[in-house]
């Protein structure tokens, strides 16, 4: 459990990373969205390869998997709406204007984006006894921009630096709580559930990318990010083709 809670630190620390890269300088919109686009196929790949694929592996049929997919969907899309009325519409921005929400809202929205990865990533540990790679840099990356463009947002709004920095640590802290726990709560559980869980963060993670992050960059990448996106889920494939 505890190498778990780590990797899933690690994979939380972007959000921090983003937050104190946008201390030093906010990256260009493009640079940005070029970013989340290489992010959004790096996740694609991993729903595909290390989710989807490994949950029909592990259960050897498609109920749980297949049930697993839409009430992940089901369940962000739920959240996502709920998040978005409480005035946390785009949680990744990039326009560095102040986020028409509270404190306890930014925390849901991203606790909603992140905690299914994390949780995976103690999961495909107690599976495989290893973090697969390329999970973790899908996670790794997708973090970042969101840390960028909601700490620039936070910061316009009159945040200080220490309030922003507690908040993504405290966010960064759940997920590798989230990451143990999916290790722990898991171990011995059938086949069937482990399926269902890894189909269910799939069909989570595909519904954010559907619905955020690709929109998103590509409003701010134009057409370019189409090739960003297709180089991201190349290298993720190779590497989750490299790691057998």
């Given at each position: 459990m505890a190498e778990a809670f780590l990797w899933g630190?690690?994979?939380?620390?972007?959000?921090?990373?983003?937050?104190?890269?946008?201390?030093?300088?906010?990256?260009?919109?493009?640079?940005?969205?070029?970013?989340?686009?290489?992010?959004?196929?790096?996740?694609?790949?991993?729903?595909?390869?290390?989710?989807?694929?490994?949950?029909?592996?592990?259960?050897?049929?498609?109920?749980?998997?297949?049930?697993?997919?839409?009430?992940g969907t089901?369940?962000?899309?739920?959240?996502?709406?709920?998040?978005?009325?409480?005035?946390?519409?785009?949680?990744?921005?990039?326009h560095g204007t102040p986020p028409d929400a509270s404190p306890l809202t930014i925390v849901l929205g991203a606790l909603l984006d992140g905690l299914p990865e994390s949780a995976v990533l103690g999961l495909t540990l107690l599976q495989t006894g290893s973090v697969s790679l390329a999970m973790f840099a899908a996670v790794l990356i997708s973090n970042l921009p969101e840390g960028i463009a909601a700490t620039a947002g936070l910061r316009a709004g009159g945040w200080t630096r220490s309030s922003v920095v507690s908040l993504w640590s405290g966010i960064a802290l759940a997920s590798a709580l989230a990451a143990g726990l999916g290790y722990a709560a898991l171990d011995g559980a059938s086949t069937d559930v482990l399926a269902f869980i890894l189909a269910f963060a799939g069909g989570a993670v595909l519904t954010m990318l559907a619905t955020s992050m690709m929109p998103e960059a590509y409003e701010h990448a134009g057409r370019s990010v189409g090739v960003l996106t297709v180089l991201g889920f190349t290298l993720a494939f190779v590497i989750a083709w490299l790691e057998g």
């Open positions: 630190l690690a994979a939380a620390s972007t959000l921090l990373l983003g937050a104190l890269l946008t201390e030093v300088r906010v990256p260009a919109k493009r640079t940005l969205g070029l970013v989340m686009g290489f992010g959004s196929g790096v996740l694609l790949s991993a729903v595909a390869y290390e989710l989807v694929e490994e949950a029909v592996d592990t259960a050897g049929q498609l109920q749980s998997v297949v049930a697993g997919i839409f009430v089901a369940v962000f899309t739920i959240g996502d709406t709920a998040v978005s009325r409480l005035g946390y519409r785009n949680r990744k921005p990039i």
